[in-house]
């Protein structure tokens, strides 16, 4: 499932973000890359342990723990704390596929990426280039979003940078484990909720009954397929 979540963060979020970003002091991004995909990467990081990843990192978590429509696509279980990159200069990413199991900072945990998190925090006319490209069942998808959204789409997807011709291109992103490990099951609890959601927001008696019905079943599926 590829999903694309609006307003994650508001403008004004975005503009000290900015602030903060712009003023950092950032590194060769091949420092966390794997043998494989540092070969394909031209970028820059900010360092795991800068003040500026750590703070808008547990911004970004804390508004994501608040978000239903993330937390019902996503189904979190462990979350890597996120990281910031920019693309200046023709810088790229060749195609590559995100590390299945990484060690979860500040614990002696792995974390086993099921989906992968690239939050904007630059519009798409501030740069040239430098599209999101996601191989999916349907075809490559090329993603480029507005500031403060993001995409959520399976680690397990072929997906590429393309050069960056004019100015920077500035994201957060990030992995996540899923409760869930398998993507059609949790995309089919994902649809489920969404439409319990649909029928609770109305003042039918038929359509809360509805609800009420489904949402035994979406607990029983739920059940059924966690990893907790």
């Known amino acids: 499932m590829l999903m694309v979540i609006e307003n994650v963060l508001d403008k004004a979020t975005v503009r000290a973000f900015r602030e903060q970003l712009d003023s950092a002091d950032w590194v060769d991004g091949q420092s966390t890359a794997g043998s494989l995909a540092a070969k394909v990467k031209q970028n820059q990081q900010l360092s795991d342990s800068s003040p500026q990843a750590l703070a808008l990192g547990r911004h970004i978590l804390g508004v994501l723990g608040r978000h239903p ?14 990281r910031f990159n920019r693309y200046t ?5 060749g195609t590559h596929v995100d590390g299945a199991i990484m060690p979860q900072p500040g614990t002696t945990q792995l974390l086993r990426s099921d989906l992968s998190v690239t939050l904007f925090l630059c519009e798409p006319d501030e740069y040239e280039g430098g599209e999101l490209t996601i191989e999916t069942k349907f075809g490559a998808q090329q993603i480029k979003l507005s500031a403060g959204d993001l995409v959520l789409y399976p680690s397990s997807s072929l997906h590429r940078v393309t050069p960056v011709t004019r100015n920077a291109r500035v994201c957060s992103f990030f992995w996540l484990q899923s409760m869930v490990r398998d993507d059609g099951e949790r995309e089919l609890l994902y649809d489920l909720d969404q439409s319990i959601q649909a029928l609770m927001a109305s003042d039918d008696a038929m359509a809360s009954a509805q609800a009420l019905q489904l ?7 739920l059940r059924r397929w966690a990893n907790v």
């Open 69 to 82: 429509q993330f937390l019902s696509a996503a189904l979190p279980d462990r979350i890597h704390p996120p």
């Open 89 to 93: 200069g023709g810088g790229h990413y």
């Open 215 to 221: 949402s035994g079943i979406y607990h029983n599926l």
